[in-house]
């Protein structure tokens, strides 16, 4: 999954700093943060893996694959953050995204400077908020393709998901409310005493 549906399946302040952090810190380094953000590095490692294997992404990754092969998962993750965006009331996901570039902006000293540059684009653009916009999105997949390798530049990623974009929605449907059920099932953990 991508930044928002990190960021949405996140039940503290603490755990939204962990979500984001996982990309920016060591493996071996993982522990050495207070416990809620643990909880998020680890919440966020169990959303990943649970993603990897569902059924439903499977065959969202096949949309992609023709044209991106390996990156597929990248690109599915991107279009999920479309149809979250998009499931979530206006109010309410404006909510949600400054709620968490404040949490972020609050826990600055945690994260390297590559971060920082990140989240002033992220927060200035409003990313979180942009990626219910056909236009969002299209600046997300032109993000992974940026960074991705073995890619060219200018393949019409975009343009295969407007394509398909009922049938990424329909696998987003049958996905989303199964990695809600486990997130909040792992999530319940690290309540036990």
């Given at each position: 999954?991508?930044f928002?549906a990190?960021s949405?399946?996140?039940?503290?302040?603490?755990q939204?700093?962990?979500?984001?952090?996982?990309?920016f810190i060591?493996?071996?380094d993982?522990?050495s943060?207070?416990?809620?953000?643990?909880?998020?590095?680890?919440?966020h490692?169990?959303i990943?893996t649970?993603?990897?294997v569902?059924?439903?992404?499977?065959?969202a990754?096949k949309?992609?694959s023709p044209l991106?092969?390996l990156?597929s998962?990248?690109?599915?993750?991107v279009?999920?953050?479309y149809?979250?965006a998009?499931?979530l009331?206006?109010?309410?996901?404006m909510h949600h995204s400054?709620r968490?570039y404040?949490v972020?902006?609050?826990?600055m000293?945690?994260?390297?400077?590559?971060?920082?540059?990140?989240?002033?684009g992220?927060e200035r653009d409003?990313?979180?908020?942009h990626y219910?916009?056909d236009?969002?999105?299209?600046?997300s997949?032109?993000?992974?393709?940026n960074?991705?390798?073995y890619?060219?530049?200018?393949?019409?990623?975009f343009?295969?998901f407007?394509?398909?974009?009922?049938?990424?929605q329909?696998?987003?449907?049958?996905f989303?409310?199964?990695?809600?059920a486990?997130a909040?099932d792992?999530?319940?953990q690290?309540?036990?005493p």
């Open positions: 999954m991508n928002l990190h949405y399946i996140s039940f503290t302040d603490e939204i700093v962990g979500q984001f952090l996982q990309d060591r493996n071996k993982r522990f943060f207070p416990p809620g953000i643990v909880e998020g590095i680890l919440l490692r169990e990943d649970f993603t990897d569902h059924p439903e992404i499977h065959e990754k949309v992609f991106v092969r990156y998962g990248a690109f599915v993750d279009a999920f953050d149809f979250l998009n499931s009331q206006d109010i309410a996901l400054e968490v404040k972020l902006r609050n826990n000293n945690l994260f390297p400077p590559t971060f920082h540059r990140m989240l002033e992220m409003n990313w979180l908020y219910r916009e236009q969002g999105i299209h600046f997949f032109r993000n992974v393709l960074k991705a390798k890619l060219d530049k200018n393949l019409a990623v343009e295969v407007l394509s398909n974009k009922d049938q990424l329909f696998h987003f449907k049958n989303f409310p199964d990695l809600m486990h909040v792992f999530n319940n690290f309540r036990i």
